[in-house]
């Protein structure tokens, strides 16, 4: 097995993220590499027609981004790693992993997978575009087996 130097931790803070997390951890903790976190918000502008009525005051992206740094801060500092660096990124999950990967120099991915099958195969997920796209190794952890 290779080294990794630096291990990019995707997280969707579904009930799965503690395994995902821990997985990470414990592998990066034997490569001693450094630890990054990312959550993606899924762009959410098409779901409204251009010409639907908003009020000005209301942000669900940003609202939801706002959100998703909280809790990448407290999943940071709950595992121990308060100066570990986190990305919170607006557009297509697994395009977003891959860019961040990328630009930050990760050598490792490692993202939960529900490991689908039937119609959601066919349509794809995170995980597999992830795989798919990324230069860099991924693990796939699958959580459906995980016991948190």
């Known amino acids: 097995m290779s080294e990794y130097q630096h291990v990019l931790v995707a997280v969707d803070f579904s009930a799965e993220t503690e395994c995902v997390?821990?997985?990470?951890?414990a592998l990066a903790a034997m490569q001693k590499a450094k630890?990054?976190?990312?959550?993606?918000?899924?762009?959410?502008?098409?779901l409204y027609p251009p010409d639907t009525p908003l009020p000005l005051e209301v942000d669900l992206e940003q609202q939801f981004v706002d959100k998703a740094v909280d809790n990448?801060?407290?999943?940071?500092?709950?595992?121990g790693?308060?100066?570990?660096?986190?990305?919170?990124?607006?557009?297509?999950?697994m395009q977003e992993i891959v860019n961040v990967a990328h630009a930050q120099s990760?050598?490792?991915?490692v993202i939960g997978s529900h490991g689908r099958h039937g119609l959601q195969r066919i349509l794809?997920?995170?995980?597999?575009?992830?795989?798919?796209?990324?230069?860099?190794?991924v693990l796939a952890v699958r959580v459906g087996a995980c016991k948190t």
């Open 124 to 137: 794809g997920s995170t995980a597999s575009g992830v795989l798919h796209l990324s230069t860099c190794d």
């Open 106 to 109: 990760v050598d490792l991915i």
């Open 21 to 25: 997390v821990k997985r990470a951890l």
């Open 35 to 46: 630890v990054s976190f990312i959550h993606v918000v899924e762009y959410t502008g098409y």
């Open 72 to 79: 990448l801060k407290s999943l940071a500092e709950s595992h």
């Open 81 to 93: 790693l308060p100066d570990a660096a986190r990305y919170v990124e607006v557009g297509s999950p």
